[in-house]
Every structure is written in structure tokens, then in C-alpha cells.
């Protein structure tokens, strides 16, 4: 019985030996066999900026139609919708006493010449004294002022167009009573449009007047507006980090209206950059490592980390185009560890994936 016991231990503690010794092998490459990873070999990649910005529309120039004068709309020389020019008459104000008045004006300015000029003769025989001659000047001065003041009231009662561009809707009729501050129409110019909109400070070295830019719209599915930047603003905004930008798309169909709202692309191109998946990344404390295989063992390699972008890492230093690096497996690996290669990734070519900021 006892030597019964004796052998099923010895055979308890070789089986137990064994699997230590298998473990072991297989972790560092021993009989057991060598590590099972996943590769990818790194290469330099084109690297495009994006981001997407939600701007808001609004007309080259726009303004509301107010008269500087109160008095009754006698007529009114537009309709609504239309296009009218620079100067072009919209409305007439009631303007029969301000016609008067300049008439008065007129009245007074000719006696007060006239009295100038009659005392202005007698000035080189002393029948005037200089004192009472400059009197008869600074009158004739007052009266040319009110004159002016007087044909300044009369063309405030024919309103025109300040420049070319849209009507809008009309909200007087003839015979209406407005003030100053009355709105009588809009007007629009909608041949280009000021399309503003912010970008985050990042791309404040790659913004510059001029730079193309593309837009879209919900309303035209498909169809992209193209323009430039005309200005950016001088300061940023404190708390979103972000600065105002205005572009300029020309509108020659008037599809686009001042308050719609459209989605902005902007691209940067960073040219070619080393990339490497995150999922290759491994962390310890503040440094980064990543698995190189070489001659069929891993090798440990620390590398310098720029910026992230959607399921891959810029790689600033550590790595070399065309090196493999593990992808799967990298948590059964360790430095010196033999293993074997049974799937390679790809990284799709051309573009490059797209580094998006929000």
C-alpha cells in the first residue's frame, strides 16, 4: 500500500513538472513552440486633416428699408421679389411742406445776398463799417445752411436703393404714416454669400484668405458649394478654443438664402507620417512599447507617440518604415520571445485615414 502511494505521488509531481516546463517553452519559444501574433508592417501613410464645421449663410449686403424722415407714403415704385439697382427709386414721401420750407430758405438766402452784395460796394467808400459788412456775410452763410438743411429733408422723402439686390416683402401700403423707425421692405445681395462658421484653434497655421473651401446643404442633397475664405477674425473665443471664420460662395442661381445653414469641409494635408494601430501600442507606467518582429523573435521596442486618430497612432520616433510589428498577441509576448507569424494586417493605401477634429 505504501509503495502504491509512493508511485501515484511520483507520477502527480512529473505531471505537475511537466506542465511547467511546457508553459515555459511555449513562453519563451522552447519546445513547447514559439507565440502565435498577429503582424503588420508599418508604413508611411499619407495623412489628410478633416474636420466639419456647421456655418450659417448670410447675404453679401443686407439691409432693412427705413425712412430718416416721418411722413405719409405717397407712392410706392417697387414690387416684391424684385431685383433693382443701385439708386433705383422705391418710395416717395409726402413732401409738400418740406417743399415750402425750402422755398422759404431759397427766399431769405436771396435777400441776404442780395443786401451783401448791395453793402459790399458801399464797403470801399466807408459808407459800412467792416464790423456790420462781416454781419451781412454771417447771415447770408446761416441762410445757405438752412437751404441745404431744407433740400437735405427734401431727398430724404424719395427713398432709393442703397445698392443692387433683392426686394423683399412689402410692409406699408400708399397713404401708410412712418417714423424713423419703420420698416418698409428688405433688401438683399444675394449674388454671393458670406458663409460664417468656426474651426478650432488647431487650424489656425493652415487658415489663410483664399484658402478653397467646400460646403453642403440639406435642402440640395449632392450638390457642393464651392468658395474661398475672405477673413478671419482676430481673436479666439475664450472658452470653445475655437475662431471665427468667413468665407464667400458665389450664388449666381440664388440657391442659397441668408439663415440657412450649411456643413463646411476643411482639409489639411500633413503629408506622409508613420502609422501604427493602437491595438499595437502597449503601456507601462509613462512609456510606450510596441513588439517588433525580427528574425522571428519579438523585440521589444519603445517608441515616441504623436497624435491619435481613429484606431491608429502617429509614431514620431522608435520605428522604421517596413518594420512588422505585433498587432495580436502582444499580451503573450515578451521581449526575446520566439514566435510565429500566422496573419499579416494590411493598412489600406492612398489617403490614408482621415484625422477628424470636433
Not at 454669400?193 to 440640395?220: C, H, N, Q, W
Not at 445653414?261 to 476643411?266: A, G, K, N
Not at 528574425?295 to 517596413?322: C, D, H, T
Request: hydrophobic letters at 40%; one cysteine or more.
Amino acid at each position: 500500500m505504501t509503495s502504491y502511494f509512493r508511485f501515484v505521488t511520483l507520477l502527480a509531481a512529473l505531471a505537475l513538472a511537466g506542465c511547467g516546463d511546457d508553459s515555459t517553452g511555449q513562453s519563451r519559444g522552447g519546445w513547447g513552440g514559439a507565440v502565435k501574433v498577429v503582424t503588420q508592417r508599418v508604413e508611411m501613410q499619407p495623412l489628410i486633416d478633416e474636420i466639419e464645421a456647421l456655418g450659417t449663410a448670410r447675404a453679401n449686403e443686407s439691409i432693412e428699408i427705413q425712412p430718416r424722415i416721418s411722413s405719409l407714403i405717397e407712392r410706392i415704385y417697387f414690387e416684391e421679389g424684385q431685383l433693382v439697382n443701385e439708386g433705383d427709386l422705391l418710395i416717395d414721401l409726402e413732401n409738400s411742406e418740406i417743399v415750402a420750407g425750402l422755398a422759404v430758405a431759397k427766399a431769405a438766402l436771396s435777400e441776404s445776398r442780395s443786401l451783401y452784395d448791395r453793402s459790399k460796394s458801399l464797403a470801399d467808400t466807408q459808407a459800412i463799417s467792416a464790423s456790420n459788412l462781416e454781419q451781412l456775410l454771417a447771415q447770408v452763410k446761416v441762410d445757405e445752411a438752412q437751404v441745404q438743411a431744407a433740400q437735405a429733408r427734401l431727398d430724404n422723402t424719395s427713398i432709393r436703393a442703397p445698392f443692387r439686390g433683392r426686394i423683399g416683402l412689402r410692409r406699408v401700403s400708399p397713404g401708410s404714416y412712418v417714423t424713423s423707425s419703420t420698416v418698409i421692405t428688405t433688401l438683399d445681395d444675394v449674388s454671393e454669400i458670406k458663409l460664417d462658421f468656426s474651426v478650432p484653434e488647431t487650424f489656425l497655421r493652415v487658415l489663410s484668405a483664399g484658402m478653397a473651401i467646400s460646403a453642403e446643404s440639406l435642402v440640395y442633397p449632392g450638390r457642393v458649394f464651392t468658395g474661398t475664405v475672405q477673413s478671419i477674425d482676430t481673436r479666439l473665443d475664450p472658452v470653445s478654443r475655437s475662431v471665427r471664420v468667413r468665407a464667400v460662395l458665389p450664388n449666381p442661381d440664388t440657391a442659397l438664402k441668408p439663415g440657412m445653414f450649411l456643413t463646411v469641409d476643411l482639409q489639411r494635408d500633413r503629408g506622409d507620417v508613420l502609422l501604427a494601430p493602437e491595438q499595437a501600442i502597449v503601456p507601462e507606467g509613462s512609456m510606450q512599447f510596441v513588439y517588433v518582429v525580427n528574425g522571428g523573435v519579438a523585440e521589444k521596442r519603445p517608441v515616441l507617440l504623436g497624435q491619435r486618430i481613429p484606431g491608429f497612432v502617429i509614431i514620431e520616433s522608435g520605428l522604421k518604415p517596413g518594420e512588422a510589428i505585433i498587432t495580436e498577441g502582444t499580451h503573450k509576448v515578451s521581449d526575446s520571445v520566439a514566435v510565429e507569424v500566422i496573419g499579416q494586417d494590411t493598412v489600406s493605401a492612398g489617403s490614408g485615414p482621415p484625422l477628424t477634429d470636433s
